[in-house]
């Protein structure tokens, strides 16, 4: 008796063939399938991890923010308390000044006032104020007999001199003043200028 072939429609080689080399497409699929699922999972935990890196440095960098607000915060009060409290420390120094001058002028208004102890308690007072002064960085400014320098000396007056050089500091009506360097305020001087009728004056004529 004969064997039915599988697929009537088949010659026998391409039965031969089909049974020695089975259908695989399904079990490709099923692996392909498998690596995609795999390949999902990885950028899935890949993308967590990233993500928490992102929250972490994002964390970090609103701590640094409001770390920062605070510093500028803290500077700027601090700044505030030093423009109204900067001269504290000088005040308590210059309150005893003020204490003296105060003592010193009750015992001028006596009968009994010592003339001679009350220049000698002013003198004490002007070094106590000097003191202050250099101590504080403030430079008085006094440039007589020195030449006229018009960065920090303002001429009142123009006299002529024989005894001083052209351009030199005769007499110091007010005293000038630096802080650190810094002109506060000029010293008022009266400045020499050559006579009118000086050897080089005649030669000039001449």
Do not use: C, W
Not at 188 to 202: D, G, R
């Amino acid at each position: 008796m004969s064997k039915k072939k599988a697929n009537p429609e088949m010659s026998d080689s391409e039965e031969s063939e089909s049974l020695d080399n089975p259908q695989t497409d399904g079990n490709e699929d099923t692996v392909e399938m498998e690596i995609d699922v795999k390949s999902f999972e990885a950028l899935q935990a890949q993308l967590a991890e990233t993500e928490a890196k992102a929250q972490e440095n994002l964390d970090k960098a609103v701590r640094a923010q409001a770390e920062l607000e605070n510093v500028r915060r803290r500077s700027q009060r601090d700044l505030e308390n030093a423009h109204k409290y900067g001269l504290e420390k000088f005040l308590q120094d210059l309150l005893p000044i003020q204490d003296s001058l105060e003592m010193g002028l009750e015992a001028a208004k006596q009968e009994s006032a010592d003339v001679g102890k009350l220049i000698e308690g002013s003198e004490l007072i002007l070094k106590m104020l000097a003191d202050l002064l250099d101590k504080n960085g403030i430079e008085s400014i006094h440039p007589l007999g020195e030449p006229f320098d018009p960065e920090h000396h303002q001429a009142m007056s123009l006299l002529e001199s024989h005894e001083h050089e052209p351009n030199t500091v005769m007499t110091v009506m007010q005293k000038g003043y630096k802080l650190n360097d810094r002109l506060v305020r000029p010293a008022m001087v009266t400045v020499s200028k050559e006579p009118a009728n000086s050897e080089n004056n005649v030669d000039e004529k001449a």
